[in-house]
């Protein structure tokens, strides 16, 4: 089935600066992949997703790109905020019944 | 519309023991996904449900199982449990079929601690 590795494992930045957290899968058949954000204590939240018919998408501050040949995508967070410290997970899906999480990235922004 | 809900939220059980988890999805939602989530690991996928069929499974022993109901709303079994059992396990729901609908919605969880 699809692997995806994700890194880095854990991040710290200073409020104002961007984040970028980046995710590689195996299974070229991948053409979905989200992102999603657990606050402490809280459910996973779709915050951005990308297809494999585009290369880039942003909501605001937030950014994800994909790189087909290479079979990585990656999350950006531009003027970073302490509210966007939180853990991150990037997935890739095959199909409507196969979903696969990285290990997760602990982004913490300092004040 | 009503967000995913997973019951109950928190529970407590011992080695040996076994265990029922439920999930109701959104309304309309036909596929129900489950994850255990542990600390370091991630998401690991349990399997999935679409219209009664279990379409996928991850790499998880027998002693995990599930089902899907009529309604959509699934639940998840886990028998002779272990200490390494322990965690938050979570349901997702998506449409299941058609143009667009990978999305999934997460329920809160419920938090299993085997003991």
């Known amino acids: 089935g699809e692997n995806v590795e994700q890194h880095p494992s854990t991040l710290s930045v200073q409020e104002g600066d961007s984040a970028v957290i980046k995710c590689t899968y195996s299974d070229s058949a991948s053409n979905y992949f989200p992102w999603y954000k657990q606050e402490l204590g809280k459910r996973p939240q779709l915050i951005i997703d990308i297809r494999s018919n585009v290369g880039e998408k942003k909501d605001q501050r937030i950014a994800v790109t994909l790189n087909k040949t290479a079979k990585h995508f990656s999350l950006h967070i531009t003027e970073t905020q302490p509210e966007d410290s939180a853990v991150y997970f990037c997935?890739?899906?095959?199909?409507?019944?196969?979903?696969?999480f990285g290990a997760g990235t602990r982004l913490t922004v300092k004040p | 519309k009503a967000g995913v809900t997973q019951t109950p939220r928190y529970l407590i059980k011992t080695r040996g023991q076994q265990v029922t988890l439920s999930c109701s999805p959104i309304?309309?939602?036909?596929?129900v996904s489950w994850y255990q989530q542990t600390p370091g690991q991630g998401l690991q996928f349990l399997f999935e449900?679409?219209?009664?069929?279990?379409?996928n499974k991850g790499n998880f022993p027998g002693r995990f199982s599930g089902r899907q109901f009529s309604n959509s709303r699934s639940e998840m079994n886990v028998s002779t449990l272990e200490l390494g059992d322990s965690a938050l396990y979570l349901c997702a729901s998506s449409l299941g079929s058609g143009q667009g609908t990978y999305e999934q919605y997460f329920g809160p969880g419920t938090r299993l601690t085997v003991t």
């Open positions: 309304s309309g939602h036909r596929s």
């Open positions: 449900y679409f219209s009664e069929t279990q379409r």
């Open positions: 997935a890739a899906s095959i199909s409507q019944a196969d979903m696969r």
